[in-house]
């Protein structure tokens, strides 16, 4: 999307870590680094040492290399310099990488965690700018970074850039290391990488869609106001000699810290920076855009540097945060044309709010207040430039459109420092490259929804065009592919999550392919078959729900390719369903036997499912429930089990832990005590009713007038006497323990009939669910009663405790010691919120779905990627003995199999590449058990990890999804049914 101009950003933390890092490496040879710990990997893990680079010119010799290994001991002295690539090359893994990483980012723990306060979050935010500001200040580095912040906000949509640059240089050297350069030196460098980013994009045809670079000098507001004046001085030379550089000076740093002057105290300075200004220029050419309101405060000294930066004529104000508290200041912005650059997730993760909901940019929009959004420090939030601000708005409220975003966009160069006529023909540009933008979205969503109604022939209800098969075929791939990728970011043990809203407000956090799919509005038919492809592997095989959609979308790739190769679409169905045939036959061949009776084999199957999902670290827990449940129902004999024979209560209180295999019959409804009934019941005779212990109600509705106290007191004690023969009866058959069916119409149990029963010593459980009826009926041998006069003692069941259990804050009813027990098995789930315990139910579900798969299919193999590595070989193999197209098809189906291990290992952080090509050549030599073991971030022997899963669950995702392909292959027209 055209973003416009990014107008609030630091240099130094726009650029994302992984270009700093590319480009640190290149240059490492002359870059030395020194810690305040040793680089031990007990002080490694525990964060203890804190790092600083900086450029050197000390070549590398033998005394450097000794220097640098004692680094890595205790005998290291803190403060000492080592050589980078020296002390880089010591560590034979990621680690020194993944710390220093570490040292420059503020990650979501420790945001919300770590440092949960404003002083602490603030202290390792400056520690942030001070290792990136060693790294930076060295001339090779310092260019290519101005090069790469070019090119980087041109990918993200965003044209123009207005950074504020802070100019520390006491460490920066030029690439010699021989000469300490000055902020003039600086910029002439930032030019010239600014020169070289324009001629790639030049070359890449991209030059049109950057608008400019400008730069907001800035200084620190800890400084004492003679050292301001000083840094003001060098800005306006600066400006003198680059005045279509230099557009605004700041001031930068914490606002709300006890150290930070106010603008109160620059006043003077700041006062005679503009007056110098009209002295020499006639004009203010380098106006103040200052940071304020970036605090909690109401009415303290550092909010009213609001105040004060309105008075002195700031252009725009940064952050703005506490504006919203000030309605006369909304006003002057909104009457002086005073911009306001909004931070979203900057002030979220500085602890000014919890989040985009409890944001003040909304009530600034309202307000009329200018807004437009901007990063502040993206690198650091580990965001790209300006994409993550524009979504989170746009998710923030279902009134955020495009036409917001086109506001907020525009007014990012309305109100850029730039000056006429550049900033109306960047406008112009922009407008041209948003028209664009919204002739892009049109077209996706075409190809999206597929052909329209428009083209429908009125009579025949078919498109006119029938010469078009493949513009449909490809229409429905691009469909089904969306799909496809939509989950391919959540496969495998280090797979994402999605977070889901549904349409009444629940919200659900979930990586499973079947919930998520489930809850998506997908409205093209060729999209939807691949959520009903996910619905058919949960109902069969219960996991591999979302390799069987990933693995549809890389067939319909293959298919893709063959088409356009010419290839006639029912050759290449026809020859993916041999494929398919062959791969089946394949993995049964290395397909390892199981029996029931081996619990061990069982748990690493129900094991392995876990570890792709949210609660994989409670597997332990989980697993050994779901063997045990399955194996309950199910004996040697058995070819399948009836999961609706077990059921799962869910209860909030605890942890995941807490679940438990229930030895008897658990109820998620807790005992009636209103009328002070009993809780515990020994020797308890069960009643199950269907039918309501209320006032009898007639079929239809009848209005009945009563004028006589008389007969108002004769109906209540016709209605008393009513309700107390009925559970008179109740008693009279024995029973002691009574659940009563959940009624629609009215209440299924009276407060009266509470009482009588109370009092006639029964325990009432009440709302018992529909569905519930025959899982309760068959679990503790009573009948369901439909009417008083059937109730009898030969309906009871039995059991030797009833007893409501109080459990981590949740109450549910325990029934243990039946005599006639059913083949029914209850689990009670327990989570700290309903967030995780839908997941582990979602989770435990999938786990009992792959035992269950055991029962049907007595056969396990290796996970990890390795089945598909070895089937992807040998379909390659049969490939070269056949001739024609069915050679070119099998050889395309075998490739489109590697999803499963790339996606496996991009979604792990490893290199896919790398990866896949190491397990073709360990698979070459025989080892077929080799796969990705994601946790360890390496390939090994999947089996001797433990990593297994049915077969039939890979089986069965190869055959459905290639049947789906199949399908979608042969569709060459829609017709528009009446």
């Known amino acids: 999307m055209p973003k416009g101009g ?137 260019e290519e970074y101005a090069k790469r912040l070019v090119l980087n906000c041109v990918d993200d949509g965003v044209g123009y850039l207005e950074t504020r640059l802070l100019m520390i240089t006491e460490f920066f050297y030029d690439i010699e290391c021989n000469r300490r350069l000055t902020r003039r030196d600086t910029v002439l460098i930032l030019l010239r990488g600014i020169e070289a980013a324009k001629r790639t994009l030049q070359e890449q ?154 944001h003040p940019v909304a009530a600034l929009i309202n307000h009329g207040v200018p807004v437009s959004l901007s990063s502040d ?121 999605k977070m889901i809203q549904t349409s009444n407000g629940e919200v659900i956090v979930t990586n499973d392919g079947a919930t998520i799919l489930n809850h998506m509005a997908v409205l093209h038919p060729a999209a939807r078959m691949l959520v009903e492809l996910s619905k058919a592997q949960d109902v069969e095989a219960g996991d591999g729900t979302t390799s069987v959609v990933v693995l549809a979308g890389s067939l319909l790739g293959a298919a893709e390719k063959m088409l356009n190769k010419g290839i006639h679409p029912t050759i290449i169905a ?100 209103s009328a002070g009934g009993p809780t515990r019941i020994e020797k308890a005779k069960i009643g199950l009713i269907q039918f309501q212990l209320s006032s009898p109600k007639p079929d239809m509705d009848n209005k009945i007038v009563v004028n006589d106290y008389r007969q108002m007191d ?67 041998g009573c009948k369901p009663i439909a009417d008083i006069e059937h109730f009898t003692e030969d309906k009871l069941g039995q059991a030797e405790l009833i007893d409501e259990v109080h459990k981590n804050g949740a109450k549910f009813v325990k029934v243990s010691g039946l005599k006639n027990p059913g083949k029914t098995v209850s689990i009670l789930c327990t989570g700290a919120n309903n967030l995780v315990l839908e997941e582990s139910q979602r989770s435990l579900h999938d786990a009992l779905c792959v035992v269950r798969c055991l029962v049907k299919k007595r056969f396990l193999i290796a996970g990890g990627g390795a089945p598909e590595i070895h089937i992807s070989r040998k379909l390659s193999e049969i490939a070269q003995g056949l001739k024609g197209m069915e050679s070119y098809c099998f050889s395309a189906f075998s490739e489109a199999l590697e999803v499963i291990p790339t996606t496996l290992a991009e979604n792990a952080g490893l290199n896919p590449i790398a990866i896949v090509t190491e397990l073709r050549n360990r698979h070459a030599k025989g080892e077929v058990t080799t796969g990705i073991n994601v946790r360890k971030g390496l390939v090994s022997d999947i089996k001797q990890e433990n990593v297994l899963q049915p077969l039939i669950v890979t089986t069965n995702a190869l055959e459905q999804a290639t049947e789906t392909v199949s399908l979608l292959l042969r569709i060459d027209d829609y017709s528009i049914s009446r």
């Open 714 to 780: 004769k109906i209540l004690k016709e209605e008393r006497q009513y309700l107390l023969n009925m559970c008179k009866k109740i008693k009279k058959s024995g029973c002691n323990v009574l659940l009563v069916q959940k009624s629609i119409l009215r209440d299924a149990v009276n407060d009266l009939s509470l009482h009588f029963l109370s009092k006639l010593k029964i325990m009432v459980v009440k709302d018992i669910e529909r569905d519930e009826i025959d899982f309760i009926s068959k679990s503790t």
């Open 6 to 142: 990014l107008l609030h950003a630091h240099t130094d933390a726009t650029l994302p870590l992984n270009d700093v890092f590319d480009i640190v490496h290149k240059y490492g040879a002359n870059i030395e680094i020194c810690s305040t710990h040793p680089l031990t990997a007990e002080n490694l893990d525990n964060g203890h040492a804190k790092l600083q680079f900086r450029p050197t010119k000390v070549p590398i010799t033998e005394a450097s290399t000794e220097i640098a290994a004692s680094m890595l001991t205790n005998d290291y002295k803190p403060g000492m310099w080592c050589n980078y690539h020296q002390i880089s090359a010591l560590f034979k893994d990621s680690k020194l990488d993944d710390y220093i990483h570490a040292q420059m980012l503020i990650s979501a723990k420790e945001c919300y965690v770590t440092h949960n306060t404003m002083g602490k979050i603030w202290s390792k935010f400056s520690n942030c700018f001070s290792v990136l500001a060693g790294l930076l200040s060295y001339e090779p580095i310092w």
């Open 377 to 497: 420090d993206p690198a650091i939030f580990q965001n790209p430039i300006l994409s993550y601000d524009f979504y989170t708005l746009l998710n923030h409220s279902t009134k955020t459109n495009l036409a917001t975003l086109k506001v907020l966009a525009r007014n990012s160069l309305t109100y850029s420092l730039m000056e006429n006529p550049m900033k109306e023909r960047v406008m112009r540009k922009w407008e041209q490259h948003w028209d664009e933008y919204l002739d892009w979205i049109v077209n996706i969503m075409a190809q999206v929804a597929g052909p329209q109604p428009a083209g429908v022939d009125v009579n025949s209800s078919s498109f006119k065009d029938k010469g078009k098969p493949m513009e449909v075929r490809l229409s429905n791939m691009t469909a089904a592919k969306t799909i496809s990728s939509v989950v391919r970011s959540s496969l495998g043990p280090r797979g994402l999550d």
């Open 205 to 358: 045809g991209k030059i049109e869609e950057f608008y400019g670079l400008k730069i907001i000098y800035c200084t620190l507001r800890f400084l004492k106001p003679e050292e301001i004046w000083s840094s003001m001085m060098i800005c306006l030379d600066l400006y003198k000699e680059f005045p279509e550089l230099i557009k605004g000076f700041d001031l930068v740093g914490h606002e709300d810290s006890s150290e930070a002057y106010t603008l109160k105290a620059y006043l003077p300075i700041l006062l005679r920076f503009q007056e110098l200004q009209l002295e020499e220029f006639g004009d203010i050419k380098v106006p103040f855009v200052f940071h304020a309101g970036e605090t909690l405060g109401d009415g303290s000294p550092v909010d009213e540097n609001l105040y004060d930066a309105l008075l002195l004529g700031t252009r725009r104000i940064g952050h703005g945060y506490s504006l919203y508290k000030h309605p006369e200041l909304m006003k002057m912005c909104k009457e002086r044309g005073v911009l306001v650059e909004s931070c979203l997730i900057s002030n979220e993760v500085l602890r000014l709010t919890g989040g985009i909901g409890n």
């Open 574 to 673: 026809e020859s993916f369903q041999a494929a398919a045939a062959k791969a089946v036959q394949v993995l049964e061949e290395i397909s390892i036997p199981v029996q029931l009776d081996d619990r061990d084999a069982l748990l690493r199957a129900a094991t392995t499912s876990l570890n792709s999902k949210i609660v994989s670290q409670y597997s332990n827990v989980l697993a050994p429930i779901a063997v045990d449940a399955v194996k309950k129902l199910a004996n040697e004999e058995s070819t399948n089990v009836d999961l609706r024979n077990i059921r799962t209560v869910k209860k909030v209180g605890g942890t995941i832990d807490d679940t438990e295999l229930v030895d008897g019959l658990a109820l998620e409804q807790p005992v009636v005590t």
